[in-house]
């Protein structure tokens, strides 16, 4: 287990950016049967995704949240010293998205910029990255973007995942505080469990898998270029590694649910969230769902629940308990404040780089 | 007229997987059952846990892959299937 407690760096914005459209999950009935559907919407919690057209990426909406922050926080461009961008949906295979988003913005060539390949792990993961870097380097600010477009390796005959997964980009900006503050993390990893979320093909391995999809083994068409989920294997995961993890945090922090104003969770599903609550003693009233509205949105779950729910209200110190749990598989847990006011409303774009 | 736990616990199943009660047998599991996904066995466990009005600990979620072993999870929380 990874464990960090970063002091003095502080979440001073941000912003998530979604695609105008929504989809209710309903549109799937001539699909899958209205049935399937309906039984879908109990179990996972979803009713409506949002989804991006074919032309936005992953990096597209990550720059339009990015874009909005530093507009409406007026940040110095130049003071940001660290990008970092966290997807599995890059525009191409080479250079890293975060160069495209580095250029976009317009930062400085004093910047050091990376990318990470995570998906529900991906905040917290990030987020203790980021920290870490600022921490140890002589800038002041720092910009971590999370984005994603899942849909866009699905296959639409995949009903346990296309009706699952939204689109959404956010950006955090992080900076140097002379408060005294403290954020911890733990972080674990099982790369033995890699094949448990995988899209097998469309890099380097398996270049020459067939593209037409076949009947899999659970009925349902894909190709190795879809991405492919063992949903057991997954629902065990989230329901014994996560718990344990999230428990054992809170045991060395000495803390208890009672401590935190709210658990903000990677929004997997209705079901695992509820789970969660009773197997932490959390109430549920503590824990923000997003899920319903806007469905599973990887990397960038717990910034859109965080925007969702909290950018409008009163200036208030929000003790939160975070963890992203997923593809990897990773899962990690983090304890931090946040100020409510840097939180800004959640903006809705089709906007796209035309690359000119 | 009220139905046996039995008629209910077949209900379930028959809804969920869209199968004929005749059908469910010690070989209905999720070996077997091509339907049987992981949104399939959120809804079993969820209507299981709705219809009996028990809460099953993670381990017996996760464990509920089979008919018959259905039938022993819900004994531990005294609900008799019969």
Request: proline share 3%; with cysteine; net charge negative.
């Amino acid at each position: 287990m990874a464990k960090s407690t970063i002091k003095n760096i502080a979440i001073s914005g941000i912003s998530v950016a979604l695609p105008t459209k929504k989809l209710p999950v309903t549109h799937y009935n001539k699909d899958f049967g209205e049935d399937v559907v309906e039984r879908f919407t109990t179990t996972t919690g979803v009713k409506s995704i949002c989804r991006s057209i074919p032309e936005q990426t992953a990096s597209d909406l990550g720059f339009e949240a990015a874009q909005n922050l530093i507009e409406e926080k007026k940040i110095n461009k130049e003071e940001i010293g660290i990008l970092l961008f966290i997807s599995q949906k890059p525009d191409f295979r080479a250079p890293a998205s975060s160069f495209l988003i580095h250029n976009r913005l317009g930062l400085s060539k004093d910047c050091l910029c990376l990318e990470m390949n995570l998906a529900c792990s991906g905040f917290i993961v990030a987020l203790h990255t980021i920290k870490s870097l600022l921490k140890n380097s002589d800038a002041q600010k720092a910009l971590l973007i999370t984005a994603d477009t899942s849909h866009k390796t699905l296959s639409p005959f995949d009903r346990t995942m296309i009706m699952l997964f939204g689109d959404s980009g956010s950006a955090i900006l992080l900076e140097k505080t002379k408060n005294n503050l403290e954020s911890h993390f733990s972080i674990n990893s099982d790369g033995r469990r890699f094949k448990s979320i995988i899209t097998p093909s469309g890099a380097y391995r398996n270049r020459n898998a067939p593209k037409e999809r076949v009947v899999w083994s659970d009925g349902i068409l894909r190709s190795d270029y879809d991405t492919h989920m063992k949903g057991m294997d997954v629902f065990e995961f989230s329901l014994t590694d996560v718990p344990k993890l999230m428990k054992t945090f809170l045991e060395e922090l000495n803390k208890t649910p009672d401590d935190y104003d709210y658990f903000t969770l990677h929004q997997a599903n209705s079901y695992i969230l509820k789970q969660l609550s009773r197997k932490l003693k959390i109430p549920s009233d503590k824990i923000p769902v997003s899920l319903d509205r806007f469905g599973n949105n990887s990397s960038n779950s717990v910034p859109l629940v965080l925007a969702d729910h909290f950018s409008n209200l009163e200036s208030k110190e929000l003790k939160l308990f975070m963890s992203g749990f997923g593809a990897g598989l990773s899962w990690g847990c983090a304890d931090l404040t946040i100020n409510s006011d840097v939180i800004l409303p959640i903006i809705y774009t089709d906007a796209y780089d035309k690359l000119n | 007229m009220n139905m046996s736990t039995l008629e209910t616990y077949n209900s379930i199943f028959a809804e969920i997987f869209q199968v004929k009660e005749e059908e469910l047998n010690t070989d209905f599991n999720s070996d077997n059952v091509e339907k049987w996904d992981s949104v399939c066995q959120l809804s079993l466990v969820t209507n299981m846990e709705d219809t009996f009005d028990v809460m099953l600990d993670p381990e017996d979620i996760i464990g509920f892959k089979s008919y018959e072993i259905g039938k022993s999870i819900l004994a531990k929380y005294d609900v008799e299937i019969s």
